[in-house]
């Protein structure tokens, strides 16, 4: 019997009758759903701080232990510049009263750490978020850039998913998927409350595996994370949620086991509905408290950097509970 070769659908066909936000909040849009948190929830989540206790959720940009990147990204590289040896010998530059200093540059791709992803990061048939052309992306994105996120800024009610220990593991498994029937059950084991225009916030804990097993990580490289359906693209229109915020490198589920389509939900969710993606965050502090104390909801906060035309940029998102 020949091996027959399965094609990936295209994304036009597969999510052809998928709903859109385009031109929702006008045709100059470029920060999409986070147009459904204002003044309103900003207020309503500053309400959840009780305890005054924060958290930040970036992980550390070079790590002795290594950067979990994408493949094919680099990890960080920091190089020093100046220190106390730069003021050895005659030539050494002199500052009156005698100050040294050091400084030192990064040289790293601007999703290579925890980070937002700008609307127009990913895009399919020329199109990106509202519709923009993707040519506009040449040379640097002229439209849907990270850069009116980080002007915005983020400030909303966070709900923390804990996936991992409502399935009773220390991580899920590669390629391990789930849905929005599982966020409603993880939710309700928890016992919060899920609303309209909520930061989710999903634990997997899989980077710890970056950790164990080091380049062998990469090796049949497939995260987990959500996976698609048109019932879960509509849960999250429904829904309004305006931000996707993970522990794993892309925020879904690598590749779709069931048609082979690569990340299909920054397609259906991201590039459609204009829900904004945070990546790579280091959940592991917060969701210890969030067990130890039963509170799984909280103040979120986060703005990533303003870099203009970037198609992403670094963040260190802080948690108040």
């Not at 290594?66 to 003021?87: F, H, K, L, N, Y």
């Not at 400084?103 to 791709?109: G, L, R």
């Not at 710890?208 to 048109?230: I, M, N, R, V």
């Not at 039963?294 to 670094?314: D, R």
Request: with cysteine; glycine share 10%.
């Amino acid at each position: 019997m020949t091996e027959q070769t399965v094609t990936a659908p295209d994304l036009g066909d597969l999510l052809a009758q998928a709903p859109s936000n385009w031109g929702k909040w006008g045709p100059d849009d470029e920060v999409g759903s986070l147009n459904y948190l204002g003044p309103e929830q900003a207020i309503a989540a500053a309400a959840l701080v009780r305890s005054g206790k924060v958290f930040t959720l970036q992980r550390l940009i070079g790590d002795p232990k290594g950067d979990p990147v994408w493949p094919g990204r680099s990890p960080a590289v920091r190089t020093q510049i100046m220190d106390e040896a730069s003021w050895d010998g005659a030539e050494a530059p002199q500052f009156p009263g005698g100050l040294h200093y050091a400084d030192d540059k990064i040289d790293a791709f601007l999703q290579g750490s925890t980070q937002y992803d700008a609307l127009g990061h990913v895009w399919y048939d020329g199109k990106l978020w509202n519709g923009y052309d993707a040519r506009t992306t040449v040379g640097g994105m002229d439209v849907a850039s990270v850069e009116p996120i980080a002007q915005r800024g983020v400030v909303g009610r966070g709900v923390l998913l804990d996936m991992a220990r409502f399935r009773g593991k220390e991580h899920l498994d590669t390629a391990e998927t789930f849905d929005h029937t599982d966020l409603e059950a993880c939710a309700a084991a928890q016992g919060v409350e899920l609303r309209p225009r909520d930061v989710l916030l999903i634990r997997t804990n899989y980077l710890q595996l970056f950790f164990e097993l080091g380049d062998a990580f990469y090796e049949g490289f497939c995260e987990p994370g959500l996976q698609y359906s048109p019932e879960l693209v509509q849960w999250f229109a429904d829904r309004e949620i305006p931000n996707l915020v993970t522990d794993t490198i892309a925020n879904e589920v690598t590749t779709d086991q069931n048609n082979g389509v690569a990340l299909t939900l920054h397609c259906a969710l991201m590039r459609n509905l204009g829900v904004v993606f945070t990546e790579i965050t280091d959940l592991e502090a917060l969701a210890a408290d969030c067990a130890a104390d039963g509170v799984y909801e909280f103040m979120y906060t986060a703005a990533p950097l303003k870099i203009a035309q970037g198609s992403g940029a670094p963040v260190n998102p802080v948690v108040v509970k």
